[in-house]
């Protein structure tokens, strides 16, 4: 079992993160705005005997297309794994540093995609070697991140496309924001109409992927986390499972799908997802009607 510390452990992924390590028999230090990240240092690392750092802190600012010194979202982004670098320094803590598909940009395009009754499918699966493209200030943030943590020879890059938990949230995700839509009966609104894809990844398959990844000691990698071919679904589809006469309304603009290929994990970690996104969404209905934010 490890000490780890779960930054950011009261957002939406962090509290899924905290229920898995919870369950698995780890010993969490939690810290949030409250703490705040700047407060974090090195003695406090060495006195909590902190074995494994994840870093899920985020400003997620999609409105500008610049960057911009000293805003927010560089302050927690950018500055913030700079903090972090430094008082990791010379320790051999595993760092996990937590992306998102947005440093990639838009992939998918018409001609990447298959139309078919259920929803847009892909032609190829994005691994890790596909090209930077951000379009806004929070996925060039990431970015930034992302190289700042090769500074610590004992860290690694988790990049998502949608990772959801059991539970609601009042952050939360598409998954949550439409399960909540659905179930109080009003009409949803899709870009797309819905045939947008996405591959969907249980927190508790991606705190697995960090425990296989501390324990093999990998590191220096960048992993693309989603929930694998197996757990692909359109946004139309995944209504229809929560209504199948759901009435959906179209809007213009909107992305043709996201996916990726996971096959990096299993190769250096042995590691694929397990938890099928159909399955849980039984669980995601009942506490999501209920406004039940947690075990």
Known sequence: ?????????????????????????????GWDLKEDLFNLDAQMLAREDIEMLVNLSVVADRQSNLFTADAPCD??????????????????ISWVQMSTREVLGPVFTKDDVIETDKGYRPKFLVDEEFPFAPLNFYA???????????????????????????????GGSYVTALTRTVTQGRPVTLTQGGLQFRDPLHSDDL?????????????????HAGGGEENLVS????VRMLDPQIEVEHAPGGDFG?????????????????????????AIVDNVRNGRLGP
């Not at 302050?75 to 051999?92: D, F, K, P, T």
Request: proline share 3%; glycine share 8%; hydrophobic share 40%.
């Open 235 to 238: 946004l139309l589809e995944f």
């Open 140 to 170: 060039k943030s990431k970015i930034m991140a992302e190289f700042i943590s090769e500074t610590h020879p004992f860290s690694n890059v988790i990049r998502l496309t949608t990772c959801y938990t059991d539970y609601d949230h009042p």
């Open 1 to 29: 079992m490890s000490k780890i510390l779960l930054i950011g452990h009261k957002g939406y992924v962090g509290t899924g993160l905290h229920d898995y390590f919870s369950r698995q028999g780890h010993d969490i230090v």
């Open 258 to 282: 996201i996916a990726f290929d996971v096959s990096k994990g299993l190769k250096l970690a042995d590691w694929h997802p397990e938890v099928r996104f159909r399955d849980k969404l039984p």
């Open 207 to 223: 705190g697995h992927l960090m425990e296989l990844l501390h324990t093999k000691k990998v590191f220096g990698e960048k992993f």
């Open 75 to 92: 302050l927690v982004n950018v500055q913030g794994a700079r903090h972090l670098a430094s008082i990791l320094r010379g320790s051999e």
